[in-house]
């Protein structure tokens, strides 16, 4: 799944739309949307997205054992 859907489905787990997300992380809805479009969201804005949802966005390689490396 493409950043841009995970954050669709956490949008919608969560009852915020796309242009209230947008808000809260201090981005225009169109600004925002455009990003989701291009699925150019950076790590930064994944934390903070996290945060201002009340979620929590972790980051990982998983090896084929079920190792995690952070």
Not at 52 to 66: D, H, K, M, R, S
Request: proline share 1%; charged share 30%; net charge positive.
């Amino acid at each position: 799944m493409k950043t841009s859907e995970q954050i669709r489905v956490l949008c919608a787990r969560t009852g915020v739309s796309l242009s209230e997300l947008a808000r809260r992380i201090n981005q225009s809805p169109q600004n925002f949307n455009a990003k989701l479009k291009r699925d150019t969201i950076t790590k930064e804005e994944l934390i903070n997205i996290a945060k201002v949802l009340g979620a929590t966005y972790e980051q990982y390689f998983v090896l084929e054992n079920g190792e995690k490396i952070r």
